[in-house]
């Protein structure tokens, strides 16, 4: 079955004016074919939908045992590739305006205490210079592990106290760095330039011999893991998106803004961030009891 026109208009929308990743755009061409074959089989066009077609389209998925993950993100699929249909005039109003979400049960995100991010850094300062660079950078910047293996030498300020990282959707933000992530990266370059061979030039901050000239986000992975046996941590417990939770767990632990770690993150809606306000749960219940107007004092003879 070939992909209807509107989804390959749609799909190269994607890639130009949203800045859509190859896995992004593969992701939603698999989902949308899905969509297709499955109004295909009611005789109904892309274009002639109605939410009743949409509707019993999610119907299916959660009849087939799929994943309510899954079934959000088919969903999401559609009403985007609609909106789009939509301010093209292709259909007359959106079918899929409206359409019921699954239910996603919302679990807290997994992190490592401080005392074990302190342990895994001096372990990877001891054995492995590039590592400990990297684990330094991502504990003080919360980067997506892709961003941080892909950056090239040029995101890195003169100061080496700044970094220019481009997320998704290729958005541009600054991201500062700390005292010991910024020391890290000063020796980093220095070690980097003698790990190059003579007259191959890379533009990556952390080459290597990989197909991309970086080292890749499974390469960190293993190292990682390493790192981990070795500090005497389950590897299980770490990896670079968990040390990505820990970084903003433990910002807001210590009181940061909200706003300040989406920007730090790279979140472009805050309800995405407010999931790390679950380690302020203890906090919030003393701070209510001690200063809520009506959390009266026992001395007052209020609460027994």
């Known amino acids: 079955m070939g992909l209807s026109k509107h989804i390959e208009a749609f799909l190269e929308m994607m890639v130009a004016e949203r800045g859509a990743s190859p896995r992004t755009i593969e992701a939603y061409r698999r989902d949308l074919t899905d969509l297709t074959a499955f109004l295909e089989a009611r005789n109904v066009s892309l274009v002639r939908v109605k939410r009743s077609d949409l509707q019993a389209y999610m119907h299916q998925l959660v009849c087939n045992g799929m994943s309510p993950k899954t079934q959000a993100r088919r969903l999401s699929a559609t009403r985007e590739f609609y909106r789009f249909l939509f301010s093209e005039d292709v259909v007359d109003k959106n079918p899929s305006d409206y359409l019921l979400s699954p239910k996603l049960n919302k679990s807290l995100p997994k992190y490592l205490s401080e005392a074990e991010v302190r342990r895994l850094i001096e372990t990877a300062q001891r054995e492995n210079k590039r590592i400990y660079t990297l684990l330094e950078v991502l504990y003080a910047s919360g980067l997506r592990v892709s961003e941080l293996v ?10 080496n106290k700044t970094l220019f990282v481009t997320g998704k959707g290729n958005k541009e933000r600054m991201v500062p760095l700390n005292e010991p992530a910024s020391a890290a990266l000063e020796q980093w370059l220095t070690v ?28 960190f992975f293993k190292h990682l893991k390493q790192v981990a046996l070795t500090a005497g941590i389950p590897p299980e417990k770490v990896s670079p998106h968990v040390f990505r939770h820990s970084f903003a767990s433990h910002l807001v632990a210590h009181d940061a803004d909200l706003r300040s770690v989406q920007k730090m993150l790279g979140h472009a809606d805050i309800a995405t961030t407010e999931i790390y306000t679950h380690v302020l749960e203890d906090r919030l219940k003393k701070v209510v009891e001690k200063s809520h107007p009506l959390a009266y004092s026992k001395a007052k003879g209020f609460f027994k």
């Open 150 to 159: 892909g950056l090239p030498v040029l995101a890195v300020t003169q100061d």
């Open 192 to 219: 980097r330039e003698m790990m190059l061979p003579p007259g191959r030039p890379n533009k990556w901050l952390f080459p290597s011999s990989s197909k991309s000239g970086h080292l890749t986000r499974d390469g």
